[in-house]
């Protein structure tokens, strides 16, 4: 088994809330970090006693050695009721600090109105809580005393992969847009200060600072096209 193959069975039986409890920026990266840097399959505590077994078998599988009777790494948290997030509307003040946080746009609301969590698209993973500028969000456990993968479906899992990729194909194409929007103000800007120059009645001084003026807009321009480039072929 390649490396990759061995990353995307690792991440197949990750709990894809991307939480970042691991120490890694969503379930992939510690998917690849197990499966290229020698990282130990305890560190998902979403995932659970039951997620260190499915995953240690998989490293096992590998030929991969693994100390024995491994146990959750403390400092990644504990295994806990899958809670979900509840927003207090009469605190909320409607910042969207929450739902940029949001990994998998479970949060719905606009700019000064209230916000709300769907919370069947809430994984739990407890990211939009210290972003809350009110402390309005609190996190209710909605699965008794089942922890790990009995409060957690390989459904849900599937889901939750694909709302995050939605997100982040989202966020591409928003940062691509704003790219070629700033493009298009700064041509046009330089379109003017051309208008401006070659009107050809200005003084030394006024040349000099449209033509330093001219060399920043063309640098934006530049920049702005390089990054919609970039975006265009990631
Ligand atoms: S569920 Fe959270 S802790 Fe587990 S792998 Fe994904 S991001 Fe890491
Ligand atoms: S609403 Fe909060 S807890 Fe739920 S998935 Fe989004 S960031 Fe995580
Ligand atoms: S971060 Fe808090 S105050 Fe801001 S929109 Fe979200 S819930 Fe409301």
């Not at 969503?26 to 130990?40: F, I, K, P, Q, W």
């Not at 790494?73 to 009721?81: L, N, Q």
């Not at 069947?120 to 209710?140: A, F, N």
Request: proline share 6%; net charge negative; with cysteine.
């Amino acid at each position: 088994m390649n490396s990759v193959e061995l990353c995307n069975q690792l991440d197949d039986v990750l709990p894809q809330t991307q939480c970042t409890k691991c120490g890694y920026p969503d379930c992939r990266s510690y998917a690849a970090a197990m499966a290229d840097e020698g990282a130990l399959p305890n560190r998902c505590p979403p995932g659970g006693a039951e997620g260190i077994k499915r995953l240690s078998s998989i490293l096992m599988m590998s030929g991969r050695q693994l100390p024995p009777h491994l146990q959750l790494e403390p400092e990644c948290g504990i295994e806990r009721p899958r809670p979900v997030a509840l927003i207090d509307p009469k605190t909320c003040i409607g910042c969207t600090l929450c739902i940029q946080a949001c990994p998998v746009d479970a949060i719905v609301g606009a700019s000064k109105q209230m916000h709300v969590v769907l919370t069947e698209w809430c994984t739990g993973c407890d990211l939009c809580v210290p972003p809350c500028p009110v402390d309005c969000i609190s996190m209710v456990s909605v699965t008794e005393n089942r922890t790990g993968w009995d409060a957690w479906s390989a459904e849900q899992a599937v889901l939750s992969r694909a709302r995050y990729h939605g997100r982040e194909d989202r966020l591409e194409r928003e940062e691509h847009d704003n790219n070629l929007r700033l493009s298009k103000k700064a041509e046009a800007k330089l379109k003017a200060l051309n208008e401006t120059v070659g009107s050809g009645d200005q003084s030394v001084e006024q040349a000099q600072e449209n033509e330093r003026k001219r060399t920043i807009i063309a640098a934006a321009i530049e920049r702005a096209k390089f990054a919609a480039e970039k975006n265009n072929t990631k």
